[in-house]
């Protein structure tokens, strides 16, 4: 098994993951490998002081774009991102307090 802190890259500080902050949904960068399993034990594990409970897991895989310069050509890096949605009793992540959409 992995090493449950290599599982969450980074949180992902977009306009429309803000929003759903308020509704205990929170998004993060996940290496295209990890499972839905992993990434709750991640979140669970990394944020366990904060008291945090996952209730559900959706990933999202997006293939990198095609970049063009000049004869050359080449494709950016994919990316998987993890809605994580956290249960009604569960406290919120304090990392993300200031981003309250």
Known sequence: MKDLHDVIIRPVLTEKGIENVGGM?????????????????????VFAADGVKVDRVN????????????????????VKKAYV?????????????????
């Open 25 to 45: 949904r929170y998004v993060f960068e996940v290496p295209v490998t990890a499972n839905k399993f992993e990434i709750k034990q991640a979140v669970e594990t």
């Open 59 to 78: 990933t999202v895989r997006t293939l990198g774009k095609v970049k063009r310069q000049g004869l050359h050509s080449g494709r950016q890096a994919e």
């Open 85 to 101: 949605t956290l249960k009604k009793d569960s406290k919120p992540i304090k990392f993300f307090d200031g981003y309250e959409g």
